[in-house]
């Protein structure tokens, strides 16, 4: 459902698109229809060549394909890439990775921070880590269980540390470990999220602020708007690691 709001003297419409790629064209479609000045717009389908380029967009997160419009996002590749290097940094070298499906822009962004990390410090990928296809918390609960020997092969062997590339994954990671009676597995979560600072160990966390995207988007788009014939332009806010105690840990 649509909802209204205020931002800088104008009439804001809120929308979802589900992460349905006919429904995000269903509800972009009502938008125009409305007569909207421009779009903020985080992108869901593969192809956005109908979208019309006479209305101002801004895209946040990820870019649009088919479709040339300002771009705000953080550095995803970037972000990953840190955080592993971080975990390696304090010893780890059996690094799990639970993640959405890389065929989102942002998440195979992720995936690719977390291969290059492993592999510029000499660690060899193993496949067996690597689960990106955790599109909901339960999903990422499972991988955590398969990883820990809840079903995993008595030949493998399970990580030291775990990277977590998406909040919705973290909300399944933690109450996994904790209740698989693994904590002493280092985590570093991708995006922060209630109670994290409260655990024991709290949580360590790639901070990607969401307020700052959007606020850094909104600007865009105003400012397109005075001015319809800016350059495209793809703007990056800063990412960083908050130490909180469970990145930390050493295997």
């Not at 429904?23 to 779009?39: K, N």
């Not at 890439?81 to 990775?97: N, S, W």
């Not at 995993?152 to 973290?170: D, E, G, H, M, N």
Request: net charge neutral; charged share 20%; aromatic share 4%.
């Amino acid at each position: 459902m649509d909802s209204s709001k205020q931002f800088a003297g104008r009439s804001v419409l809120v929308t979802s698109t589900r992460r349905d790629p006919g429904w995000e064209r269903d509800v972009i479609g009502r938008m125009l229809q409305r007569r909207v000045a421009g779009l903020l717009l985080c992108p869901t389908s593969d192809d956005h060549a109908w979208l019309d380029s006479n209305v101002p967009v801004v895209l946040v997160d990820r870019p649009a394909p088919g479709l040339s419009a300002d771009l705000v996002e953080i550095d995803d590749h970037c972000a990953a890439f840190d955080a592993v290097a971080h975990l390696i940094a304090h010893g780890h070298r059996r690094i799990a990775y639970v993640g959405d499906t890389p065929a989102i822009a942002t998440s195979a962004a992720r995936l690719r921070g977390y291969r290059d990390a492993l592999a510029q410090h000499g660690i060899e990928v193993d496949e067996q880590l690597v689960n990106c296809e955790c599109a909901t918390s339960q999903a990422a609960a499972g991988a955590v269980s398969a990883l820990t020997g809840g079903s995993r092969p008595p030949t493998a062997i399970p990580p030291t540390a775990i990277l977590s590339a998406t909040t919705r994954a973290s909300l399944g990671v933690v109450p996994a470990l904790h209740s698989a009676g693994r904590t002493d597995i280092a985590l570093v979560s991708f995006g922060d999220f209630p109670m994290a600072d409260a655990l024991r160990p709290a949580v360590t966390v790639v901070d990607h602020p969401g307020h700052e995207v959007g606020r850094a988007a909104a600007a865009r788009l105003l400012a397109r708007l005075g001015q319809p014939g800016l350059p495209v332009e793809r703007i990056q806010v800063p990412a960083r690691i908050i130490e909180r105690g469970s990145g930390e840990l050493r295997p």
